[in-house]
């Protein structure tokens, strides 16, 4: 069975950093298209930023380029994504997934598996 488990959030004051971080276990993420989506009280579910399967292309919401950066460690099963100059706009429950497919996916839809969440608040 997959399961996929988030890390690294918290309350951070705007202009500050987090890095959450996503383990897959059960499943090899090699070759595997990975993404981060959020979710804000009464907003939907929105894409955050997308990683290909070959490590080779990635993918960044307008709102956050510049800011974020997504990165995989195949060996650690492990999906990351950096935040720097975080922004209250930027609260949310954070969610990390997996799909079985290959390439570069942007949309929630694509994705099989997901994790549970792991909330960022950015408040002075």
């Known amino acids: 069975q997959v399961h996929l488990v988030e890390r690294g959030g918290g309350l951070v004051h705007p202009g500050g950093s987090l890095t959450l971080s996503c383990v897959v276990s059960?499943?090899?993420?090699?070759?595997?298209?990975m993404g981060w989506f959020r979710q804000a009280p009464g907003k939907e579910r929105e894409t955050v930023s997308c990683?290909?399967?070959?490590?080779?292309?990635?993918y960044y919401a307008e709102s956050v380029k510049g800011r974020f950066t997504i990165s995989r460690d195949n060996d650690k099963h492990t999906l990351y994504l950096e935040m720097n100059s975080l922004k209250p706009e930027d609260t949310a429950v954070y969610y990390c997934?997996?799909?079985?497919?290959?390439?570069?996916?942007?949309?929630?839809?694509?994705?099989?598996?997901w994790g549970q969440g792991t909330q960022v608040t950015v408040s002075s």
């Open positions: 059960g499943f090899a993420v090699d070759f595997r298209a």
């Open positions: 997934a997996l799909t079985k497919r290959r390439g570069i996916h942007y949309f929630a839809r694509d994705y099989d598996n």
């Open positions: 990683i290909s399967s070959n490590d080779d292309d990635r």
